[in-house]
């Protein structure tokens, strides 16, 4: 019945783009009226558009002629004008859903109708993509369209300045990936000053930075991304040859002295295992105490269990290559490189070990925030991608956004053929290149799509033993991913890849134009030859000439050919592959050939294709093609995706909690950093940790002989820097708490009076905002390491019955209160002991290495290195160490420790290594 109910009246999504279509027919009418406009007349108009909003206009009022400039600008800047669809597609982007659109359809041309709309109240839009290629060409490709109409379009790329990123925050419309954006984002969290701020430091106060952003490939970045956060870390001490010593160890295992689990990626030591590591640990001298599981062994399991984890779980050339002597990571639903993103907690380490590359030290967390809360802060969200409806529920429940499917501009002429499924791999590749040779010899262009560089590779050698000419994409030659498939559309091509998520090229039959083009200009720069206007022009025209004879021919053996050697676990991942055929209205085909050896296959559904295959009565050599067998692997797809939800849906309640806090410190920073001074600030943190103290060590209704006034007067001491009779107050007849609240308030307000007056109040002013910042960072560095430690193990109360969920926000409530009462007294502290010696003061000096990193809570933590990024914050330990120094009165030097006078053991250590005092200079081997 719905299905007959939806032929008659349209699915709602139908009736969503019919509504849209009556919109379109507005904006096709004004097209003379902007034609007949100069270049002048048509920059006028954003000037136009903006007073009216200034007016009191809404934005959705301007749509009409807004949407028609852009399709004009468009025209005049690219030569490519809109199609009707797209204009739909930049309406839906307008109100704040996902538009999607089939590949080929032209997303990049979209996202400018609902860019330039709203840009224009002068908030700024970011334009978001998956990699540093793709934002640099489409803020050039798109900025000619901007320019215009007299808007500004700036790009954010790795390596960039601060003030080059600045301005690029400053324009109308921003490009930039959305890990630079996130990193931005965190760095400007951890500056001293607005104009220091990159994204905040671009725009006025009242023009919001997070105002609007259009996601690119957004199942990418906000489903496959979501379960890695970013994080900006700074290094730890370095412990290389324990890991390579750990590394010796895993080879000496038996199979059967672990258990790995292929479905959560984990592996575990058995009890025979438990018992084989200790005997190996004790004849190797790597146990300090008897027993495994003794505390003082805890740092020996954790690098034992990412040891094994790096040679039992991670496999060379399929998660990671080795390049240049170094590890790194490749993504596993885009197939491409990750440089610099690193694995933490030691795993990284472990594969580096394993791989003998040179191990990098591990990094500890000074700042991190997820995709899912960074993308939550932009006031509205957008977003395109060829494949979103297999997540359209994700999408609404976490981030509030629709999914709406768009027509294409041309019915899609391509045939979706059944997998054909095998019993064993060695049948499959048999088929597979059968395939490829029968579609070679008729000059059909084929696509084989892998899962691995190991397959694409092995499939390669395959082909050269036949003789067949072919290109290999994947992580190993990346540099050349455009051009590869710019020409992958020519007649008798065959081109191996791994996952086509996010490649922002199209495969064009007969081949790319552009890119051919281009190629030319190279080899006749490459020459020393400068063609003139007139040579480029001709050598245009035969290209085009070459192109459209190539596309007949291609056309006529059936179009692109897709072949999947595999499915992958999302039902996303094979939508895109097969998305690349078919371009356009083209004509294509597209298979997916698949054996029961498959990971996917073998892991999660070996009962159900077992019963199918017995049901076909299948022979050896045979291959099963029925919708049965589809629906079985759809089915087991459909599992994968559902525990992949849970998992991120599951990380995102536990980061919402440190989020909530995360929101707090960023606003109070921003608030201190913009405020003219913080001295009521200060003055009420002194005011309170004095009530603290006394509440602390003269308990309310308490006797006298209960009181603790030596405690009180060693922690006045402590933290005013006064040496006050507290004792001979309490000893008073008829005193009370208030009485010596009342006194002890006097006095370090005097004091501190005094200070601010010796110092000058400018002076004074610069100093309390410097100092309360640092302290914030450096106490928020600690909380972060804390709420970590607390995430990891919180699970364990499940086995008591308790929802470790509400457990950790319980704890971590604790914690935050915890943390701003810590602010209240170190800040107090520092500040009321602090003697300022302009001429005395060691510069502070910041930690070595910062370095942003991503984490991802399933397999390890994913970390980024990113070159370039800014520096930490100094921590609070040379100001803390002058501090103490200046009470004793000697003169703070950060080099010499005897100056330092007495360090508490978990305060930073005033050399300004960013380590605590007790793992640097207080340490046993130090002393």
Known sequence: MLSIARKIFGSSNDRLVKRMAKDVAKINALEPEFEALDDAGLRAKTEEFRKRLDEGAGLDSLLHEAFAAVREAAKRALGQRHYDVQLIGGMVLHGGDIAEMKTGEGKTLVSTLAAYLNALPGKGVHVVTVNDYLAKRDSEWMGGIFAKLGMKTGVILNGMTDEERRQAYACDITYGTNNELGFDYLRDNMKYSLKDMVQFGGREADKAVHAFAIVDEVDSILIDEARTPLIISGRTEDRTEFYKTINTLIPLLDDEDYQVDEKTRSVIFTEDGNEHIEQILREQGLLESGDLYDVENIATVHHLNQALKAHKIFNRDKDYIVREGKVVLIDEFTGRMMPGRRLSDGLHQAIEAKEDADIQPENQTLASITFQNYFRLYEKLAGMTGTAATEAGEFESIYGLGVVEMPTNRPIARIDEEDELYRTTAEKNEAILESIVEAHKKDQPVLVGTVSIERSESLSDFLNQRKIEHKVLNARYHEQEASIIAQAGVPGAVTIATNMAGRGTDIQLGGNLDYRLADWLEQATAQGKEPSDAEIAAEREKIE??????????????????????????????????????????????????????????????????????????????????????????????????????????????????????????????????????????????????????????????????????????????????????????????????????????????????????????????????????????????????????????????????????????????????????????????????????????PPRPPEDITPVHRDPQTGHNEMRQPGSAPTPPTQGVLAGAARSAAAGDTFDSQKPDTWGKVSRNAPCPCGSGKKFKHCHGSVSAV
């Open 545 to 842: 000439a070459d192109i459209q004879e190539k596309k007949a021919k291609a056309l006529e053996a059936g179009g692109l050919y897709v072949i999947g050697t595999e499915r992958h676990e999302s039902r996303r991942i094979d939508n895109q592959l097969r998305g690349r055929s078919g371009r356009q209205g083209d004509p294509g085909r597209s298979k997916f050939f698949i054996c029961v050896e498959d990971d996917l296959l073998r892991i999660f559904a070996p009962e159900r294709l077992d019963g199918i295959m017995r049901t076909m009565g299948m022979k050896e050599g045979e291959a099963i093609q029925h919708p049965w067998m589809s629906k079985a692997v759809e089915t087991s797809q459909k599992k994968v995706e559902a525990r992949n939800f849970d998992i991120r849906k599951n990380i995102l309640k536990y980061d919402d909690v440190m989020n909530d806090q995360r929101k707090a410190i960023f606003e109070q920073r921003i608030e201190f950093m913009t405020a003219p001074d913080v001295t009521d600030v200060i003055k009420d943190m002194r005011s309170q940790v004095a009530e603290d103290l006394v509440r602390r060590h003269i308990p309310p209704k308490a006797y006298a002989d209960q009181w603790d006034a030596a405690g009180l007067k060693e922690d006045v001491q402590k933290y005013y820097g006064l040496d006050l009779p507290v004792t001979e107050w309490a000893a008073e007849e008829g005193i009370a708490d208030e009485e010596i609240l009342e006194r002890l308030t006097k006095a370090q307000e005097e004091n501190y009076a005094e200070k601010a007056t010796n110092a000058g109040p400018e002076l004074m002013r610069r100093i309390e905002k410097q100092i309360l910042l640092q302290t914030i960072d450096t106490h928020w560095r600690e909380h972060l390491q804390q709420l970590d430690a607390l995430r990891s193990v919180v699970g364990l109360r499940g086995y008591a019955q308790r929802d470790p969920l509400n457990e950790f926000k319980t704890e971590a409530f604790a914690l935050f209160e915890h943390l701003l009462d810590e602010l209240r007294f170190e800040t107090t502290r520092i500040l009321s002991n602090i003697r300022i010696e302009p001429a005395g003061m060691a």
